[in-house]
């Protein structure tokens, strides 16, 4: 057993640092709401303000959650999309496409709620010259 737990000592420690695990890292449920809605701080009001109600109104259903496994995989999803949103909102260049994999794993209902967000955001982001 001894040489066991020296071989995953090594196997450990001589493995490179993953920066994708190492920012993977969660929050508590009311430190996480804060900072994400500290983050909305940065968007155009209109998306900022289509955040923070989503925001809150996810966080309202999960609070009853008891599962440890919805209550990961809910704090997980927030600390993913904490992560991706952009430092800079004017930049076009920081906003990432959706992953065709997770796309292929949403439900029918997922894909109505997004179908319903894409339309609600068509009127923020039409550009202002009419192209």
């Known amino acids: ?6 071989r995953l000592a090594e196997s450990v420690t001589t493995r490179p640092l993953n920066l994708r695990q190492a920012s993977v890292t969660l929050y508590p449920p009311t430190p996480l709401y804060r900072r994400l809605l500290r983050a909305h ?7 900022r303000s289509l955040g923070d109600d989503y925001v809150k109104a996810e966080f309202r259903r999960h ?10 995989g809910f704090l997980t999803q927030w600390k993913m999309y904490l992560d ?11 906003f990432k496409k959706l992953d ?3 796309f292929e794993k ?3 209902e997922q894909l109505g709620q997004l179908y319903e ?7 923020i982001w ?6």
């Open 1 to 6: 057993m001894y040489s066991t737990l020296v």
């Open 41 to 47: 701080r940065r968007l155009p009001v209109e998306m």
């Open 63 to 72: 609070k009853e959650i008891t599962n440890p496994v919805h209550i990961m």
């Open 84 to 94: 991706e949103l952009p430092r800079d909102p004017s930049d076009s260049r920081s």
């Open 100 to 102: 065709p994999t997770v």
């Open 106 to 108: 949403m439900s029918a």
């Open 117 to 123: 967000f894409m339309h609600a955001t068509k009127d």
């Open 126 to 131: 039409k550009p202002a010259n009419g192209e």
